[in-house]
């Protein structure tokens, strides 16, 4: 089975090819091209994303985009057996073009299109690259999501906790921003911290163990902004430092949830004698290594298996909304070409089992 997959939703314009086995099960994907074109430059004269400017590039490259991962993989629109687009949720104008694309293809080709759930494209990237099977405990944690999940089967999420303030994500986004390190800030943080001192800032961590696995990120936030406008200028020491602590701070705030979470996921989803849990993590901010080892010791404390994507395909690509749309075919779960670009789209529409949050944010952010 061979999909197309187009990603758009937010400032990568990217397309992959994915091939897989037809039946539906834990074999893994083979990831034949992925073509990305991350609008860096489109963007950093703004320090942050600009949606109508990312809108534009998106409709400038994409069909150059398609082009390339059809040349990479080898293949024409006729070998497909799908075209896979991220629908929602995303920055509007650019998932437009996306699902426009997507449609054209799957109307002129005559092939099923597939419209993924973006969040649902991380949430699979696992395996893609290895066998997982379900259920699994998913970290999230991207620069629009930050949301513990139990992931019962393709389609099926059990929202366990999220963020109530910010985004993880945007806290390293707006960090970096304040410590002037540029955009964008996720992987110039973890630079940065790689000269300091991470216990060199005492830093909140809110909701620290309280009960539940929400999260929030910002009075961290505020924190990090007072204590930046008192660094003296250019001392990189300094903001070395902060970075270090920063980022030592957010694996502490995501330790402490996911410690939780074991406790919730073992209770509604993983009863004992099922084998050893699985943690996923996976989106933009699973790319960081620090946090990836923090998770790794956690996992081996709680005698349970830590599955991190490559980080690569942690940050958004459309290798993942491929495999996505792959998973979704192989159960017949296609759409038709009435199917609308969303802005919002949870993962779990129900928002249900909510149980032992801390009741803050039930539902409030997607
Ligand atoms: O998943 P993603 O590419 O896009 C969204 O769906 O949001 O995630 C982007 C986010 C940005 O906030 C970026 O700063 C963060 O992921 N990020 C990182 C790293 N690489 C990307 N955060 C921390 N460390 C990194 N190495
Ligand atoms: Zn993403």
């Not at 994303?49 to 040349?71: F, K, N, T, Y």
Request: proline share 6%; aromatic share 4%.
């Amino acid at each position: 089975m061979l999909v197309l997959g187009i990603e758009t939703s937010c400032d990568e314009t990217a397309a992959a090819v994915v091939e897989a086995d037809a039946m539906p099960g834990v074999p893994v994907g083979r990831i034949r091209s992925n073509a990305i074109y991350a609008q860096l430059q489109e963007h950093r004269p703004f320090g942050g994303i600009v949606p109508e400017i990312a809108a534009r590039a998106h409709l400038e490259r994409i069909d150059g985009m398609v082009a390339r991962a059809l040349a990479d993989a080898g293949v024409s629109f006729a070998d497909l057996d799908g075209v896979a687009a991220t629908a929602g949720p995303g920055l509007i104008g650019g998932v437009i073009v996306g699902v426009m694309t997507a449609k054209a293809i799957a109307l002129a080709h005559d092939k099923p299109l597939i419209a993924v759930n973006h969040l649902e494209g991380h949430a699979l990237t696992a395996r893609l690259v290895e066998p997982v099977g379900f259920p699994f405990l998913l970290l999230l944690v991207s620069g629009g999501h930050c949301q513990l999940l139990a992931v019962e089967g393709v389609g099926r999420y059990v929202r366990l906790g999220t963020t109530i303030d910010d985004a993880v994500g945007e806290a390293f986004d707006k960090t970096a921003k304040l410590l002037g390190l540029g955009f964008p800030g996720g992987p110039a943080i973890e630079r940065a911290a790689r000269d300091g001192d991470a216990v060199a800032f005492d830093l909140p961590r809110p909701l620290w163990r309280k009960p539940g696995c929400d999260f929030s990120f910002s009075g961290l936030k505020t924190a990090v902004r007072l204590l930046a406008q008192r660094l003296p200028r250019g001392d990189v020491r300094a903001v070395a430092n902060l970075a270090a602590s920063f980022q030592r701070t957010i694996g502490d705030i995501l330790v402490d949830r996911c410690a939780h979470a074991f406790g919730l996921f073992r209770q509604t989803c993983h009863p004992a004698g099922e084998g050893p849990l699985t943690l996923v993590v996976a989106g933009g901010v699973a790319a960081n290594q620090h946090l990836r080892a923090r998770l790794a010791e956690l996992a081996a404390v709680h005698d349970a298996r830590l599955v991190a994507p490559p980080p690569a395909l942690c940050t958004d690509n459309a290798a993942m909304i491929a495999w996505a749309g792959i998973e979704r075919l192989r159960l017949g779960l296609v759409d038709g070409l009435d199917a609308a670009p969303r802005p919002r789209w949870p993962l779990d529409p129900a928002a249900r089992a909510v149980i032992g949050r801390t009741g803050v944010g039930a539902g409030v952010k997607v």
